[in-house]
């Protein structure tokens, strides 16, 4: 190889001397390609939280390590009346009081997870996740507990963390899988949102037809261990962060009844909508605590399942007409 010297400009061609180069050897990673990977991740990470959290309509500062907008959840706009003269975010109905609804089971929603309402999930933004505000089982056991022990002492403390010990073992989580139906049976309007499932749909060689009315997303084979005996299923775009579920026999009449059948999504099983983690503690876990505490037959718990996620017994439309 020619020998060369590098100018003060950095250039070899000056000189006329044309250099040589050796393939360069295999280099494991550089610190660059580290940071630049290291980069990445930073930025995915943090879009990544911005698509969890922005329905939980509550901003994170990354350097402090917390939210910075109150817990809004489990409070009302306020009324009509509490906003004339006022201006900016008040008068477009921002919160500027606490609940003012008493007829509500639970009007202050808002503490469920402590005196703080800066907090999240009980400050475990990373293991858990609530962009709805809405029941969980951890969720009513934290309320339950808060409720019975109210004093932020070191009393109260230890108050809260005795009765977080009742719930646990079988006993403790039939009790806490109690405390989510309490709190899901009196709410159920959500259902009203989402469509009604068709009767039937149509088998073309024996395969379904994927509805075309725009209602809903493509049919499946159905899961076995979910819906035994049911031979496909489809569920429905989101309405309001809500979906319905249809499942089907084989020879395509809707299944209304028994494990079979198709149940509500109080959150819809999406990515979009805390990539399917609200959608497992809303909806999935309830119902394999059920299934678990009935041993896989249709028992009280099951049927309590149902009773708050009742299949939907038809009516609704499924392929446009010609």
Request: hydrophobic share 30%; proline share 8%.
């Given at each position: 190889m020619g020998q060369f010297r590098r100018s003060s400009c950095g250039s070899t061609s000056q000189l006329g001397i044309q250099p040589t180069y050796r393939p360069r050897p295999h280099l494991p990673p550089t610190w660059g390609t580290f940071m630049k990977c290291r980069t990445l991740s930073i930025v995915a990470a943090f879009a990544l939280l911005t698509v969890v959290t922005s329905s939980a309509q509550a901003m994170y500062h990354a350097r402090m390590g917390r939210f910075i907008q109150?817990?809004?959840?489990?409070?009302?706009?306020?009324?009509?009346?509490?906003?004339?003269?006022?201006?900016?975010?008040?008068?477009?109905g921002g919160f500027v009081a606490r609940d003012p609804m008493p007829t509500q089971p639970e009007p202050d929603l808002q503490y469920v997870d402590g005196m703080n309402l800066y907090q999240y999930v009980r400050s475990q933004p990373v293991s858990a996740l609530d962009p709805m505000g809405l029941y969980t089982i951890g969720g009513e056991i934290e309320k339950y507990c808060n409720k019975k022990c109210t004093s932020e002492s070191k009393a109260g403390r230890r108050c809260r963390s005795n009765c977080r010990k009742r719930f646990r073992g079988i006993a403790g989580r039939k009790r806490a899988f109690n405390l989510w139906y309490k709190a899901e049976a009196g709410d159920t309007a959500w259902i009203a949102k989402i469509p009604k499932c068709p009767d039937s749909i149509c088998l073309v060689n024996g395969k379904p037809q994927d509805c075309t009315n725009?209602?809903?997303?493509?049919?499946?084979?159905?899961?076995?261990?979910?819906?035994?005996?049911?031979?496909?299923?489809?569920?429905?775009?989101?309405?309001?962060?809500?979906?319905?579920?249809?499942?089907?026999?084989?020879?395509?009449?809707?299944?209304?009844?028994?494990?079979?059948?198709?149940?509500?999504?109080?959150?819809?099983?999406?990515?979009?909508?805390?990539?399917?983690?609200?959608?497992?503690?809303?909806?999935?876990?309830?119902?394999?605590?059920?299934?678990?505490?009935?041993?896989?037959?249709?028992?009280?718990?099951?049927?309590?399942?149902?009773?708050?996620?009742?299949?939907?017994?038809?009516?609704g439309g499924c392929y446009t007409e010609n």
């Open positions: 109150r817990d809004p959840h489990g409070t009302t706009n306020p009324p009509t009346a509490l906003r004339v003269g006022m201006t900016g975010p008040a008068a477009a725009g209602e809903w997303n493509g049919l499946s084979e159905a899961s076995q261990e979910f819906h035994p005996g049911a031979q496909w299923c489809m569920r429905s775009k989101s309405y309001d962060g809500h979906a319905q579920q249809c499942c089907f026999d084989k020879s395509g009449n809707l299944i209304k009844s028994g494990l079979g059948a198709g149940t509500p999504d109080r959150e819809a099983a999406s990515f979009w909508n805390g990539i399917w983690i609200s959608h497992y503690r809303h909806d999935v876990r309830p119902y394999n605590w059920a299934d678990e505490f009935d041993g896989g037959k249709l028992g009280p718990y099951l049927k309590k399942y149902l009773e708050v996620r009742p299949p939907s017994q038809g009516g």
